[in-house]
């Protein structure tokens, strides 16, 4: 771990630090915003580099400690309490899925789920399942599927959810607007919230007869995407007072709000067609809470009689936010934006919001410019930034080096 005080500019907070953890000379990065990272200690964190995941200690100078031990690369999901890290292996040729864990303070790694062919309850090859995110009680996974038969244009898209105790599996619901769902269980461990997935549907997808997503967004008259909560047995559908009223839609980066039951999103202009890269375009944050609706009729967004929500970038005058993340109590955030050239280089800037409750918008503070423009022969990346989960510390990716590198930033106050 090494200072990297180039990212300190004249309007950055006094007071502040700026580490490189990694120096991967084929690239490392962070695990994306709305999935958890975090150890059970709340300050070791996981993060992806060219051999595979690691676990980073910021206490220990930053030692990196591979959590397989055997270099390869290997995908995983952590669980939300940081107890245990979650690997699928699928093979294809034999219709296999086989879920491992791995108790994250001793590494010592287990088998919880090996199926071949069909899945218990569901006529989906075992192969075809993922994990896209795990429970707060660690008892079940879910993912998307694309539930197509190879010869129909425009086949939906199935939530699935996988026991891990019996290895019984079910669709929550289905729809091609599914394609992209980024699923998150409810981090609450109230016994009821942590049964509630976050769901993400893209109005007016098509694909092909083979699942290709040919249209991953609709024109403007499908109103954008829009963000549901549903239980994982497929009851109680909710909509998120997020647009579909014609001006407002998402841009599919939201999380739920710590470890509460609502919801923070970055906000489109819908008729934006440049999907916020056109000058003049805002990017802002709402919040929101849940409200019943029913998923067949027309989908009302905030319009939904219901509909509680917070606008919390109300006064920014030109938001254009693009990632999010927040802390445990859903009070603190960090946030990307959209690549703004600062009068020193562009790059997608880090700034930091807090708020006193969840009913009042928040504060916001510049941190530093990331240097991350998306696209370049640097690779196309983001600098997704995340936050401890006590807000204290906060974590960036950026590739100003040539190659993409993890950072953290510490000693700002909100």
């Given at each position: 771990m090494k200072e990297a005080r180039s990212f300190i500019d004249r309007n950055s907070p006094e007071g502040i630090h700026v580490y490189q953890l990694t120096d991967d000379p084929q690239g490392a990065g962070l695990v994306?915003?709305?999935?958890?990272?975090?150890?059970?200690?709340?300050?070791?964190l996981v993060v992806n580099t060219s051999t595979g995941p690691v676990i980073c200690d910021p206490d220990d100078g930053g030692s990196l400690i591979s959590i397989f031990g055997d270099e390869q690369q290997k995908h995983v999901n952590i669980t939300f309490d940081g107890k245990f890290a979650y690997c699928a292996q699928r093979s294809p040729e034999k219709g296999s899925l086989n879920i491992s864990r791995v108790e994250l303070d001793s590494l010592r790694v287990e088998d919880v789920i090996h199926a071949e062919g069909m899945l218990p309850g569901l006529s989906i090859r075992a192969d075809k399942i993922g994990i896209s995110t795990i429970s707060a009680d660690n008892r079940r996974v879910a993912c998307g599927v694309w539930l197509g038969n190879g010869n129909t244009p425009d086949a939906p898209y199935g939530i699935i959810i996988l026991e891990l105790e019996t290895g019984d599996a079910r669709t929550v619901a289905e729809d091609v607007d599914f394609c992209n769902p980024h699923l998150q269980y409810c981090r609450s461990t109230d016994p009821e919230a942590r049964h509630d997935l976050l769901v993400q549907m893209n109005h007016?997808?098509?694909?092909?007869?083979?699942?290709?997503?040919?249209?991953?967004?609709?024109?403007?008259?499908?109103?954008?995407?829009?963000?549901?909560?549903?239980?994982?047995?497929?009851?109680?559908?909710?909509?998120?007072?997020?647009?579909?009223?014609?001006h407002e839609s998402c841009i599919g980066h939201q999380?739920?709000?710590?470890?509460?039951?609502?919801?923070?999103?970055?906000?489109?202009?819908?008729?934006?067609?440049?999907?916020?890269?056109a000058d003049g375009s805002a990017q802002g944050v709402v919040a929101g809470w849940p409200a019943p609706a029913d998923k067949n009729a027309p989908h009302?967004?905030?319009?939904?009689?219901?509909?509680?929500?917070?606008?919390?970038?109300?006064?920014?005058?030109?938001?254009?936010?693009?990632?999010?993340?927040?802390?445990?109590?859903?009070?603190?955030?960090?946030?990307?934006?959209?690549?703004?050239?600062?009068?020193?280089?562009?790059?997608?800037?880090?700034?930091?919001?807090?708020?006193?409750?969840?009913?009042?918008?928040l504060t916001f503070r510049y941190i530093l410019n990331s240097g991350v423009t998306f696209n370049g022969n640097k690779g196309h990346m983001h600098a997704h930034p995340i936050l401890s989960p006590d807000g204290k510390r906060l974590f960036f990716n950026s590739d100003i080096t040539g190659k993409p590198q993890a950072y953290m930033v510490t000693g700002f106050t909100y």
């Open positions: 994306y915003p709305d999935q958890p990272s975090f150890l059970a200690d709340g300050r070791r007016g997808v098509h694909s092909d007869a083979e699942g290709k997503v040919l249209v991953s967004l609709g024109p403007p008259s499908e109103l954008g995407v829009d963000i549901h909560a549903v239980r994982d047995d497929g009851a109680n559908w909710r909509d998120l007072p997020f647009g579909r009223d014609g999380i739920w709000r710590g470890l509460g039951t609502s919801a923070v999103t970055v906000t489109l202009q819908n008729e934006d067609t440049s999907y916020g890269w009302l967004g905030l319009h939904n009689p219901g509909a509680r929500r917070v606008v919390l970038s109300e006064g920014c005058e030109k938001p254009r936010f693009c990632h999010l993340a927040n802390d445990d109590s859903g009070l603190k955030f960090v946030f990307d934006t959209f690549p703004i050239y600062d009068g020193r280089y562009a790059g997608m800037l880090v700034y930091i919001g807090s708020a006193s409750d969840e009913e009042s918008p």
